[in-house]
């Protein structure tokens, strides 16, 4: 593809936008598939996923002056896999008995919340982070340009892909997950404790979320109306993917990011309007998304 | 407060529950004055109290919950505003509004009342609204784009001039009569059992014999219809249209303000609205951070109060009551 791409006259620029949508992919998988592990694994559509993000990159910002930027990513991550956690205790487990929209309603109220939190704290402006001067530099191997940063963001989102797939697919813990999705009560008599597996899957959702976040920002910037924008594109990038679907995720959050960043070559709009059209195309062709499966939530 | 389901006769017209509904629409100016708002403020409550109705005629008769019904809001709006520079004559704009909000309806929900349920609803309406934002704010030569729409002509009622506030006022009132009323009539009617019984069980009523896809399409149409109108009543309110209205924080709100009144009562999201604006409104000069409070409110009563207002209002009847409640209450409440 890239040749082809090179032997057009604007070849050069479709490649740093093809390049581009692939970076912007990579923060859409993380952040899709955080959701989508909670929807799939817990039932429960988090409306504050974005929130996290968002705090992933405030807290990277924060910190990063003071413990290095690598350093900063990592704990910002884990930071808020524990509000994540300490959410799920506090606010949803009380509504698993309920209809899932509860969960949607409540989450959707803490987003409020973190918004102005965010602007009480770090301000209403937006605040730039550079990455890191190891990461700055770039190769730029037949003319074609790779900025170092972008190249990272890329590789540690397939390594944490790989490692999320792992956890949930060859460890004990997904077994006992995956196991409680199906029948809670089954698997509490089995003497393993539910509640606790479910909590650490919010966290890892939530995690998920914070590292998009905190590595977004020498990307894209840094601002409170960040997870307001984002929010709408990680849904649309799940319902494309299919509901519960883990690989869904990760092809659907490349081929948003991909065509929304190539297409303003040709038609700029294209940004905002082309991840929508892509779904309600789908949906027409496919209701439950590229790879959702029968009977899931409905 | 009237319960939707199982009203075995209909009440005398002095016990209607709509005959209340205007005597408190009459009242209501006096009272948000005596509370220290404006009229202007009243007006914008009832935008909102006809929203929140027109969303839980959706969500709380079918049980579809839609996050993208701020489109419907936003296309009554844009769509009165703009008949209002041809025809300045406000109720013919309004129903312009309305009518544009169903048609544009009738299509996705052909589209998506099929397709989805549940949560996946709620996701694609989102989306779908947020794309119709998207196109509002591109369409600059005819929305006005992020500037919004201006100059939406008031004109005057037979005479009477609506610029005045307290007119204003009788014009919303009315509005909210109207629409308000018509969302009581289709409760109320056939159609409304059925898609009550849908909301409580939706697998069990095919087998009566409803196709309950067609039900909830032409619920959705309805409300669709209603939003239209108080987003019709809030551009000529408020002299203009936002784009932003069509956005997904203004139906997480409307739906949340439903939530919060009650979604199982019938005038619970209006009295949820006007709870929830006149909070706002007191908060907004006090603190930047209003939304805050009104986030955690909104949380707290998902938690604690799913009945919401009407919910409070009903345990606290129970605790006043001698004889025991009827089977059908109980089973009310369960639900």
Partial sequence: ?298 | MSRLGGQVKPPSLVRHPMVWFGVALYVFPYLVVALGKSTFNASEFLVWAIFATGINLLWGHTGDLSFGHGMFFGWGAYSAGLMSRQVPFVPFDLLFGAAVAMAVAWPLAKIIVRRATGIYFAMITLAVGEMFFFVAIRLTSITGGENGLGDIRLGTFFGIDLSSRVNFYYLSAWTAFIAVGAAWFVTQSSFGRVCRAIQQNRARVPFLGFDTVRYRERAFIISAGICGVAGGLSAFLLRHVAADTLRWTNTGAAVLIAMLGGVQSFFGPAAGAVAVKFLETTLIPKTKFWPAVIGLVFAAFVLLAPGGLAGLAQQVRMLFRRKPPSAPELGERAA
């Fill in chain 1, 1 to 298: 593809m890239v040749s082809v791409l090179a032997a057009t006259s604007g070849g050069h620029q479709l490649f740093d936008l093809f390049l581009n949508g692939v970076i912007l992919g990579a923060i859409y998988v993380l952040l899709a598939l955080g959701l989508n592990v909670i929807l799939g694994l817990i039932g429960v559509i988090n409306f504050a996923h974005a929130a996290f993000y968002m705090l992933g990159a405030y807290l990277t910002y924060s910190w990063a002056s003071h413990i290095g930027f690598l350093p900063a990513v990592l704990v910002a991550a884990v930071v808020v896999g524990v509000v994540g956690m300490v959410m799920e205790i506090g606010v949803i487990r009380p509504l698993y008995k309920r209809i899932p929209e509860h969960a949607l309603l409540a989450t959707f109220g803490l987003t409020l919340v973190a918004e102005q939190a965010v602007r009480w704290h770090w301000g209403d402006y937006a605040v730039n982070l550079d990455p890191p001067s190891f990461l700055s530099g770039g190769f730029s191997p037949g003319g074609f340009t790779f900025p170092a940063y972008r190249l990272f963001v890329v590789a540690a989102t397939a390594a944490v892909v790989g490692l999320v797939w792992l956890l949930l697919n060859r460890t004990n813990l997904g077994l006992v997950i995956r196991a409680g999705v199906l029948d809670a009560e089954m698997v509490g008599a089995l003497g393993i404790n539910v509640p606790l597996a479910f909590t650490l899957t919010f966290g890892l959702g939530s995690l998920l979320a914070g590292l998009g976040g905190a590595m977004v920002g020498p990307v894209a910037g840094i601002a409170p109306d960040m997870a307001n924008s984002i929010i709408i594109l990680a849904f649309v990038v799940v319902v494309i993917g299919g509901l519960g679907s883990f690989w869904g995720s990760v092809v659907g959050g490349l081929l948003v990011g991909v065509v929304r960043s190539v297409l303003v070559y040709w038609w700029s709009p294209a940004t905002e309007l082309v991840p929508f059209l892509l779904m309600a195309g789908l949906l027409l062709v496919r209701p439950r998304g590229l790879f959702g499966a029968e009977g899931v939530f409905e």
